[in-house]
């Protein structure tokens, strides 16, 4: 059974303030259309994935680029408010915070999204984010925190990346977990091949442990040397999936990083992912639970 990871739990990329409208089907043009309830709430994969991470009991902190303007303010006081430390986050004059406008139909459990763009995520030399880096147990980056954690030097550390949106000139090779959707897998490597063979792919080009992630079909884990096994996904009940994917990301890695074996550790994120659905936003209903390692 793997081991518990002591230390700190270093999520690096993507923050965003939200504010999501929950209507019964999309606005037409020209039209007004009541929703049944808004919610303002913190957003981004890497900073939900701390939040997760963070209520699971982990140690966490969060290293991003955020504006000097409010909504980075409501950013960093709803993290901290969480427990995940800030320390590294840096807070750019002149640039603005990265925001959403998101509408989420309860017809089609389904959302559109409306986004202004994170600023670049990177770090000066001598940054807090330097000093946390080389210590964390394990740094988990989304799909614009790959390249400041691997342009700082990746060697030695143990890596978790949420690969569910494109990561321009990635590879999987000396990453630790792995963690893409299936639909992510079959881009890169075919349309054709079973869940099985993409994650053997995967492993095949360098990763240690591959969670490649379906919805509602569960997910799927390989370990290099292992056998591809199916997860089935908790049964939820949904009033938006809206950040579900990074809630499980983080509910994975703390998992992960409190010693359950991967199998298990997937089905704890799933079951905290599904649970998130039942809020409006991505992180309200996100449970507060203990993890217990499973004896051996």
Request: aromatic content about 4%; charged content about 15%.
């Amino acid at each position: 059974m793997p081991q518990p990871s002591t230390g700190t739990l270093l999520f690096v990329g993507c923050a965003t303030l939200d504010s999501i409208a929950l209507v019964q089907d999309y606005p037409a043009a020209d039209s007004r259309t009541v929703a049944t309830d808004f919610a303002t709430a913190g957003g981004g994969p890497a900073a939900t994935a701390a939040v997760a991470a963070a209520r699971a009991g982990a140690r966490t902190a969060f290293a991003g680029v955020l504006g000097t303007d409010e909504e980075g303010d409501r950013i960093v006081a709803g993290l901290e408010a969480e427990g995940v430390d800030t320390s590294a986050v840096i807070r750019e004059p002149g640039v603005k915070t990265g925001a959403s406008v998101i509408v989420v139909s309860r017809a089609t459990e389904s959302r559109a999204i409306v986004t202004r763009p994170v600023p670049p995520v990177s770090f000066p030399a001598g940054s807090r984010f330097a000093e946390l880096l080389p210590s964390a147990a394990w740094v988990h980056v989304d799909h614009l925190g790959w390249n400041a954690v691997a342009g700082a030097g990746a060697d030695g550390l143990k890596i978790s990346v949420d690969a569910g949106n494109p990561i321009p000139s990635f590879s999987p090779r000396g990453v630790a977990l792995y963690v893409p959707t299936i639909e992510r897998l079959r881009a890169e490597y075919g349309e054709d091949l079973s869940p099985g063979d993409l994650l053997g792919k995967a492993v095949d080009d360098g990763a240690s442990a591959v969670v490649a992630t379906a919805g509602s079909e569960g997910a799927w884990v390989l370990e290099r040397g292992g056998e591809p096994v199916h997860v089935p996904a908790t049964p939820a009940t949904i009033v938006s999936t809206l950040g579900a994917g990074d809630v499980y990301h983080g509910a994975l890695l703390a998992a992960v990083a409190a010693g359950l074996p991967l199998v298990d550790a997937a089905a704890f994120a799933g079951r905290t992912a599904a649970a998130s659905c039942a809020g409006l936003d991505g992180r309200s209903m996100i449970p507060r639970q203990a993890i217990s390692p499973v004896p051996a």
